[in-house]
Each structure stands twice: as structure tokens, then as C-alpha cells.
T-cell receptor, first 113, second 111 residues
Framework: KAGVTQTPRYLIKTRGQQVTLSCSPISGHRSVSWYQQTPGQGLQFLFEYFSETQRNKGNFPGRFSGRQFSNSRSEMNVSTLELGDSALYLC????????????FGSGTRLTVV | GENVEQHPSTLSVQEGDSAVIKCTYSDSASNYFPWYKQELGKGPQLIIDIRSNVGEKKDQRIAVTLNKTAKHFSLHITETQPEDSAVYFCAARGGSEKLVFGKGTKLTVNP
């Protein structure tokens, strides 16, 4: 079956712009989590969605937001981009929240210039 | 909140040797401990996991041990091969249900 699909794979944006990243989970998976990965900080938890509701949120500013649709697809949005937002953004899905075995996508590489 | 420390940050071994990566966690309510392998240009891939009611789990050349009293868990890879070279992450899920990751170990297996 198809894995977790993240689009786009690469993105270059200018400071001050906003960006929307998309994640399609594995069919039947209803929980989606987002992580930011940087060389210095590793994988930092952004948020988790289940049944279109945000269940958990990490320690990121309000410029980072997300949502989940009725088909379980999820998007995350970053407004007023800063240079420090350059990172690999990873999406992971599971059947339900708290269930073992997250499956990660390949990520979206965001570069802010 | 949960904090996960991972050591070492880099590890270089000769092919055929064993590799051990260690993690400690802070939240005593943590009950799930997965390990992920990330190759260049890819997302992390689950390689083995363990729950808090089990002390050890093995899958071919890979094993994970858990010491709940000391709040640490370890990944053991035996008979390492060049294709084991990657970045390995430990993680823990605590009372908040967030999956918190260690900062990763870059493993290099030299032929």
C-alpha cells in the first residue's frame, strides 16, 4: 500500500512569506503528527491531529499552524517565515493516536532565504 | 515535559563488530520506546520498539533493552554491515502522549 506522501519535496521561500505543506497519511490511518527536523535540534514535535482535531501541540510560536481534513489529509502552515524556519518538515501517520508504529513520510525540505 | 537524551552522537565501528546506542528518559509515565533509522534523503523508519512491560526484545541482529528503574533503554546491533550506516533515533512516549525523540546517533560501519 502507498506510504505517507508529503508534498512538495523541496521549497524555497523568502523571509516574510508564508508556506503550506501537505501530508497524505497511509490509507486507514487517522492520526497525523508533524515534526521539524534540524541538524542542531533533531526532531521537534509540532502538533498531532486526529479526527480533524488537534490533540497535542509542541512548543512552537503561533506562526505554525495546522489542520486535518475529513479524509485525514493534513496541512501545516507557517506564516511570516524566518531564516530559522529552514528545516526538514516530517509528517507521520498512525491508525490512532498513541498507537505504536508511526510511519514517516520523506519530508518537505523548506529553505528560507 | 518528557526529555530524551541519546549517546553517543557519533559512532564508528568496523564491519562485523557490535554497536550500542543508549538513551535515557525523564518521564516515569513513559510506556513506549521505538527506535528509528534514517538514511540520507529519507524519513525515519521504525526498526524496533519495546513497551514498558517488556525488558528486552530481539529481531535478528537488532535488540533493544529497557531498564525502567534507571529510565534508560539501549539499541544493540550485532554483526554490523555497511548498510547499517545511518542516523538512529530513540524516542519515548510519556504521559502527554507526545512521541519525543533523542537527538540522534550517526553510525558509520567501515568495511
Amino acid at each position: 500500500k502507498a506510504g505517507v506522501t508529503q508534498t512538495p519535496r523541496y521549497l524555497i521561500k523568502t523571509r516574510g512569506q508564508q508556506v503550506t505543506l501537505s501530508c497524505s497519511p497511509i490509507s486507514g490511518h487517522r492520526s497525523v503528527s508533524w515534526y521539524q527536523q534540524t541538524p542542531g535540534q533533531g526532531l521537534q514535535f509540532l502538533f498531532e491531529y486526529f479526527s480533524e482535531t488537534q490533540r497535542n501541540k509542541g512548543n512552537f510560536p503561533g506562526r505554525f499552524s495546522g489542520r486535518q481534513f475529513s479524509n485525514s489529509r493534513s496541512e501545516m502552515n507557517v506564516s511570516t517565515l524566518e531564516l530559522g524556519d529552514s528545516a526538514l518538515y516530517l509528517c507521520a501517520s498512525s491508525v490512532t493516536p498513541g498507537q505504536s508504529g508511526y510511519t514517516f513520510g520523506s519530508g518537505t525540505r523548506l529553505t528560507v532565504v | 515535559g518528557e526529555n530524551v537524551e541519546q549517546h553517543p552522537s557519533t559512532l564508528s565501528v568496523q564491519e562485523g563488530d557490535s554497536a550500542v546506542i543508549k538513551c535515557t528518559y525523564s518521564d516515569s509515565a513513559s510506556n513506549y520506546f521505538p527506535w528509528y533509522k534514517q538514511e540520507l534523503g529519507k524519513g525515519p523508519q521504525l526498526i524496533i520498539d519495546i513497551r514498558s512491560n517488556v525488558g528486552e526484545k530481539k529481531d535478528q541482529r537488532i535488540a533493544v533493552t529497557l531498564n525502567k528503574t534507571a529510565k534508560h533503554f539501549s539499541l544493540h546491533i550485532t554483526e554490523t554491515q555497511p548498510e547499517d550506516s545511518a542516523v538512529y533515533f530513540c524516542a519515548a512516549r510519556g504521559g502527554s502522549e507526545k512521541l519525543v525523540f533523542g537527538k540522534g546517533t550517526k553510525l558509520t560501519v567501515n568495511p
